[in-house]
């Protein structure tokens, strides 16, 4: 299978325990994203890579967030002290890096992986 | 904050009829793309517009995109049971590569 991959499927932990979660982006995909999800919502943005810089952050990613993609690979997503209001679907996406130039040329699709679904007790 | 808004938040029909899901959003945007979402899963990507295109067509699936309204709306022909998920329209914001989505449309096609 060479769509993008995320490990694990399910995470369960108590509150306070920090969590690491995995993305394995298609491998020619330049470009890698962390999005969450909470039950009746669409994604929303959290982070994003290019090669191995993180070029932007949302605001959601608080302190207690960290995201590395240390060979332009494999990226984790960590969360410290996690807390109940973190229970969501994390899901990573990856694309290839646009054509060059402003404007309409050469957008590319985010294609998403399954997901990691974490519940904090 | 999310920007597309879908609506209806929820579809139930037949199998067999139209499906039409509407998506307004807020700011300028380079393109439109709307997702599928089988519960509990991952996203699948469906189609992709530009602002400089008012219409597209991927087999049963039809888009249209009125940049003047802010708006587009995504149309399956003769639903089948497996068309059954979440679909959610997300846009770029001007050049972002981040992608904002709406809350999505639950579509339920009855067999």
């Known amino acids: 299978d060479t769509g993008v991959s995320q490990d694990p499927r399910h995470k369960i932990t108590k509150r306070g325990q920090n969590v690491t979660f995995r993305c394995d982006p298609i491998s020619e995909h330049n470009r890698l994203y962390w999005y969450r999800q909470t039950l009746g919502q669409g994604p929303e943005f959290l982070t994003y890579?290019?090669?191995?810089?993180?070029?932007?952050k949302s605001r959601l990613l608080s302190d207690r967030f960290s995201a590395e993609r240390p060979k332009g690979s494999f990226s984790t997503l960590e969360i410290q002290r996690t807390e109940q209001g973190d229970s969501a679907m994390y899901l990573c996406a990856s694309s290839e890096i646009p054509g060059q130039g402003k404007g309409l040329a050469g957008v590319k699709e985010q294609f998403f992986g399954p997901g990691t679904r974490l519940t904090v007790l | 904050s999310q920007q597309g808004e879908e609506d209806p938040q929820a579809l139930s029909i037949q199998e067999g009829e139209n499906a039409t899901m509407n998506c307004s959003y807020k700011t300028s945007i380079n393109n439109l793309q709307w997702y599928r979402q089988n519960s509990g899963r991952g996203l699948v990507h469906l189609i992709l517009?530009?602002?400089?295109?008012r219409e597209k067509h991927s087999g049963r699936l039809r888009v249209t995109l009125d940049t003047s309204k802010k708006s587009s709306s995504l149309l399956i022909t003769a639903s089948r049971a497996a068309d059954t998920a979440s679909y959610f329209c997300?846009?770029?914001?001007?050049?972002?590569?981040?992608?904002?989505f709406g809350k999505g449309t639950k579509l339920t096609v009855n067999p």
């Open positions: 997300a846009t770029d914001q001007g050049g972002s590569e981040k992608l904002v």
């Open positions: 517009i530009r602002s400089n295109e």
């Open positions: 890579f290019q090669n191995e810089a993180q070029l932007e």
